[in-house]
């Protein structure tokens, strides 16, 4: 198990959670804009972990999500979100 592991959370002042270490080993370092809002996520894995290795989001002007990104490596998924203007729900997600 790696050191940082023993590591508290350190938080924003938002009381956003900016670095914490997994149960299975991986450090999560996470970004947010001036609205509080987590815009991207560095992951750094231990050996004999593999899974995402970043993951960021895009929102639009009224703070919902547009976009979101899962990478692995140099590999990217992304999920495009479209709302409903009429009614405040998602309408549908897609790549």
């Known amino acids: 198990m790696p050191d940082w592991l023993t590591l508290s959370n350190v938080y924003f002042e938002a ?3 900016v670095t914490y270490p997994d149960e299975n080993g991986p450090l999560f370092s996470n970004t947010f804009d001036a609205l509080g809002r987590k815009t991207s996520v560095e992951i750094t894995l231990t050996s ?11 929102f639009e002007g009224l703070s919902r999500m547009t976009v979101a990104r899962d990478s692995v490596g140099d ?12 009614e405040p729900r998602i309408k549908g997600v897609g790549g």
């Open 75 to 86: 590999t990217n998924a992304d999920a495009k979100i479209v709302y409903d203007f009429a």
């Open 48 to 58: 004999g972990v593999s899974c995402t290795t970043a993951q960021s989001s895009k």
């Open 15 to 17: 009381s956003n959670a």
